[in-house]
C-alpha cells in the first residue's frame, strides 16, 4: 500500500517521517472583481430542521450542520480530499506538518485572517477550540484524545494519546471558532450560538421556517467571493427536493435520484450535472453476528457468494457508482492501490452452488425447498432499513429475492422509520441491514466500521456507536490498532493485508455496492463545480469542502 503525500503550492514532498503541507487554499476566482448571483441550496430532512436557529458546529443535528450553512461561516485549518488525489489543502493553516507517527501535528496559522466581527484570528483562537474539545467530552466529536496543547513560537502544535494516521481528516477539518465569543459561553455543547461569529466567506443575513440566508463577505481573507449569496431551503423528502431540482428552483443539493439521469440530468442536459464520488466507502449488509442464523460463518459465506451485485448497482443505485467487484469490499479504481496481492484479481461471482455446498458441509439440510439449521429449524431473518429510503430498500428487497430464491431461506424485508431503525442497530435488536461504512483517504475505515471490538468494550447501556454487527474477533481488533498506530508504510501494508484476510475468510459484514457521495448541481449561473475530469472535492454541500467548492466558482459566460 502506498501512502499519497502531497505538498501544497510548489513546495518539495518530504518523505522523512513527517508531512509537511503548505500554501494559498487556492479559493477564488480571477475573472471577477465583485460577488454576483446566489445559488438555492437544498436538503430533504423536513421543515423541523428550520424550527430552530442552531449556528453551532458541534451540534450535528443543528440547522447549521444540518443543512450545511455552518460549513460556510467556521472553518478549519485544513481539508482532506476522500476522492481525486486524496491531497490535503492548508486553509484556515498555512502549513501543516505531522511528526513520523502521527501524534503530533504542528500548525503554523494563516496570516491575515479576521473573524467575521472584525477581529483578527490568532493561534490564541485554534489552542482555545481544541482546548475546548479536550475539556469537553460532548465535543469530542471524533474522538481525538489530546493529550496536550501548547504554543511554540508562531506555532499551535497539538498532541495525541495515540495514532491519528487514520484520521487525519478528524484533526484537521475540526471547525475553529473565536475565543473571544465562545470562552463566555457556559455549555458549548449545547448553546445555539445565534449570534454566528466565523472566518468564513459569509455571515447569517437571516433565518426564518422558510429558510436560511447567507451573504458574501466583503473582507474574506481568500479574496472575492464569487456567489454574493446562499439561499438554504428544506424539504419533506427526497421526491419534492427533486422536483424543485427539476424546475430549476434548486441549485446545489446531494440526493439519491432513481434514473438519475432521465429524472434529472436530461431536464437540462446542458446544465444538470449529476455526480458521484466514488470515495472508499462501500455499503454493506451489517449482520448480527451475536444471534442466529448470522453467528454462523458458514451462514454468512453462503450469503455472500449469492448476492447479485450487478443487480444492486444497476437497481437500487441506478449506476450512481461502479459495481462493487472485489472480495475485500474496497471500492475500485479508487482502493486499487490497497487491495492484498493474494485479492487483486478475486472478484465477487454468483455460486449458488458453492454456497449450498458450504451449508451442506456445515449442517444444514433443505425441507420441501427451504432451508434448515443444523439442528433442524427454518432459517429466517429480516432486513431492515428505514422507510423512505428507496435505494436502500430496494437493495434489501433484492437480497432478500436473492436468497430466498437460491438458498431457500426464509428471507424478510422491515422498513421502521429511521429513528427506530438507528436505534435497532445501536442496541442490536436486528438481524441485518444495509448500511454505509466510513470513508477517509484509506480502508482502515471500512474495516474498523465492522470488525473493531473497541466499540463493543465502549458500549453504553448496550447501545455501540459502531461496529453494530457486534463482531467480536481480537485478533482483528489488534490489528486495526496496530494499523491506526504504525508509523511506516510496510507495517501498515502488511497490517491491511492481514486485515483484508480475516474480513475475507469470516465475512463480519457482507459488501454489496459502492457508496459514492451524490451531489447535484447545475452550471447555468457558475462554473468550476468539482466533477469526475476535476476531482478536487466531492460535490456534497454539507460537507467540510463545501466552502472550497464555493470558492472554486466562477460566473457561467
Same mark, same amino acid.
Given at each position: 500500500m502506498r501512502f499519497k503525500k502531497h505538498v501544497i503550492a510548489g513546495? @518539495?514532498?518530504? #518523505?522523512?517521517?513527517?508531512?509537511?503541507?503548505?500554501?494559498? !487554499?487556492?479559493?477564488?476566482?480571477?475573472?471577477?472583481?465583485?460577488? @454576483?448571483?446566489?445559488?438555492?441550496?437544498?436538503?430533504?430532512?423536513?421543515?423541523?430542521?428550520?424550527?430552530t436557529q442552531i449556528n453551532n458546529p458541534f451540534i450535528t443535528t443543528g440547522s447549521g450542520m444540518?443543512?450545511?450553512?455552518?460549513?460556510?461561516?467556521?472553518?478549519?485549518?485544513?481539508?482532506?480530499?476522500?476522492?481525486?488525489?486524496?491531497?490535503?489543502?492548508?486553509?484556515?493553516?498555512?502549513?501543516?506538518?505531522?511528526?513520523?507517527?502521527?501524534?503530533?501535528?504542528?500548525?503554523?496559522?494563516?496570516?491575515?485572517?479576521?473573524?467575521?466581527?472584525?477581529?483578527?484570528?490568532?493561534?490564541?483562537?485554534?489552542?482555545?477550540?481544541?482546548?475546548?474539545?479536550?475539556?469537553?467530552?460532548? #465535543?469530542?466529536?471524533?474522538?481525538?484524545?489530546?493529550?496536550?496543547?501548547?504554543?511554540?513560537?508562531?506555532?499551535?502544535?497539538?498532541?495525541?494519546?495515540?495514532?491519528k494516521f487514520v484520521k487525519q481528516g478528524d484533526v484537521l477539518q475540526t471547525a475553529i471558532v473565536p475565543e473571544h465569543q465562545w470562552k463566555g459561553i457556559a455549555d458549548p455543547s449545547k448553546d445555539a450560538v445565534k449570534d454566528a461569529i466565523g472566518t468564513g466567506p459569509y455571515t447569517v443575513k437571516s433565518f426564518s421556517s422558510q429558510g436560511v440566508v447567507?451573504?458574501?463577505?466583503?473582507?474574506?481573507?481568500?479574496?472575492?467571493?464569487?456567489?454574493?449569496?446562499?439561499?438554504?431551503?428544506?424539504?419533506?423528502?427526497?421526491?419534492?427536493?427533486?422536483?424543485?431540482?427539476?424546475?430549476?428552483?434548486?441549485?446545489?443539493?446531494?440526493?439519491?435520484?432513481?434514473?438519475?439521469?432521465?429524472?434529472?440530468?436530461?431536464?437540462?442536459?446542458?446544465?444538470?450535472?449529476?455526480?458521484?464520488?466514488?470515495?472508499?466507502?462501500?455499503?454493506?449488509?451489517?449482520?448480527? @453476528?451475536?444471534? !442466529?442464523p448470522f453467528n454462523d460463518v458458514a451462514f454468512r459465506k453462503a450469503v455472500n457468494m449469492v448476492i447479485d451485485r450487478k443487480a444492486h448497482a444497476e437497481k437500487a443505485r441506478s449506476n450512481a457508482g461502479p459495481e462493487l467487484t472485489n472480495v475485500t469490499g474496497i471500492p475500485q479504481p479508487t482502493g486499487d492501490q490497497y487491495i492484498a496481492p493474494e485479492y487483486k484479481d478475486q472478484n465477487f461471482t454468483i455460486d449458488v452452488d458453492g454456497a449450498k455446498k458450504v451449508l451442506t458441509d456445515a449442517g444444514y439440510?433443505?425441507?420441501?425447498?427451504?432451508?434448515?439449521?443444523?439442528?433442524?429449524?427454518?432459517?429466517?431473518?429480516?432486513?431492515?432499513?428505514?422507510?423512505?429510503?428507496?435505494?436502500?430498500?430496494?437493495?434489501?428487497?433484492?437480497?432478500?429475492?436473492?436468497?430466498?430464491?437460491?438458498?431457500? !431461506?426464509?428471507?424478510?424485508?422491515?422498513?421502521?422509520?429511521?429513528?427506530?431503525?438507528?436505534?435497532?442497530?445501536?442496541?442490536?435488536?436486528?438481524?441485518?441491514?444495509?448500511?454505509?461504512?466510513?470513508?477517509?483517504?484509506?480502508?482502515?475505515?471500512?474495516?474498523?466500521?465492522?470488525?473493531?471490538?473497541?466499540?463493543?468494550?465502549?458500549?453504553?447501556?448496550?447501545?455501540?456507536?459502531?461496529?453494530?454487527?457486534?463482531?467480536d474477533n481480537p485478533t482483528a481488533t489488534a490489528l486495526l490498532q496496530k494499523y491506526a498506530s504504525a508509523s511506516d508504510d510496510a507495517t501498515r501494508t502488511d497490517t491491511l493485508n492481514q486485515i483484508q484476510k480475516i474480513f475475507v475468510e469470516d465475512v463480519p459484514a457482507i459488501p454489496i455496492g459502492t457508496h459514492p457521495t451524490l451531489g447535484e448541481y447545475n452550471t447555468r449561473s457558475f462554473v468550476g463545480w468539482p466533477s469526475e475530469d476535476d476531482q478536487y472535492a466531492t460535490a456534497d454541500p454539507t460537507a467540510p469542502s463545501a466552502v472550497q467548492v464555493v470558492m472554486k466558482l466562477t460566473p457561467a459566460t
Open positions: 513546495a @518539495t514532498a518530504v #518523505l522523512l517521517g513527517a508531512l509537511v503541507l503548505s500554501g494559498c !487554499a487556492g479559493g477564488t476566482s480571477g475573472g471577477s472583481s465583485a460577488s @454576483t448571483g446566489s445559488l438555492t441550496i437544498a436538503k430533504p430532512d423536513g421543515a423541523a430542521v428550520l424550527a444540518s443543512l450545511g450553512y455552518d460549513r460556510m461561516i467556521y472553518e478549519p485549518l485544513a481539508l482532506v480530499n476522500p476522492v481525486g488525489k486524496n491531497e490535503t489543502t492548508p486553509w484556515l493553516a498555512d502549513k501543516v506538518e505531522w511528526n513520523a507517527d502521527y501524534t503530533q501535528l504542528t500548525v503554523h496559522p494563516r496570516a491575515g485572517v479576521k473573524w467575521s466581527d472584525g477581529q483578527d484570528f490568532t493561534a490564541d483562537d485554534i489552542i482555545f477550540t481544541f482546548t475546548m474539545i479536550k475539556n469537553t467530552p460532548a #465535543l469530542d466529536l471524533a474522538g481525538l484524545k489530546l493529550s496536550s496543547i501548547a504554543k511554540d513560537g508562531d506555532n499551535v502544535v497539538l498532541s495525541f494519546s495515540e495514532s447567507l451573504s458574501a463577505r466583503t473582507d474574506y481573507w481568500g479574496g472575492t467571493v464569487p456567489v454574493a449569496e446562499l439561499k438554504y431551503l428544506e424539504y419533506n423528502d427526497n421526491t419534492g427536493l427533486l422536483r424543485a431540482l427539476q424546475t430549476k428552483e434548486v441549485d446545489w443539493a446531494q440526493i439519491f435520484i432513481t434514473d438519475y439521469q432521465t429524472n434529472y440530468v436530461d431536464k437540462d442536459p446542458q446544465h444538470n450535472v449529476f455526480w458521484g464520488a466514488n470515495v472508499l466507502s462501500p455499503d454493506m449488509i451489517v449482520v448480527n @453476528t451475536t444471534k !442466529a439440510t433443505w425441507k420441501d425447498g427451504a432451508l434448515m439449521d443444523p439442528s433442524g429449524a427454518p432459517v429466517s431473518f429480516t432486513l431492515q432499513d428505514p422507510q423512505g429510503w428507496n435505494d436502500y430498500v430496494t437493495g434489501i428487497q433484492l437480497v432478500a429475492t436473492q436468497v430466498k430464491n437460491t438458498l431457500g !431461506a426464509d428471507a424478510k424485508v422491515a422498513t421502521p422509520d429511521a429513528n427506530t431503525w438507528f436505534g435497532n442497530l445501536s442496541s442490536g435488536n436486528f438481524d441485518a441491514a444495509l448500511h454505509w461504512s466510513g470513508s477517509g483517504s484509506n480502508p482502515w475505515h471500512i474495516y474498523d466500521d465492522v470488525m473493531n471490538g473497541a466499540y463493543l468494550q465502549q458500549a453504553s447501556g448496550g447501545q455501540v456507536s459502531d461496529n453494530f454487527g457486534r463482531y
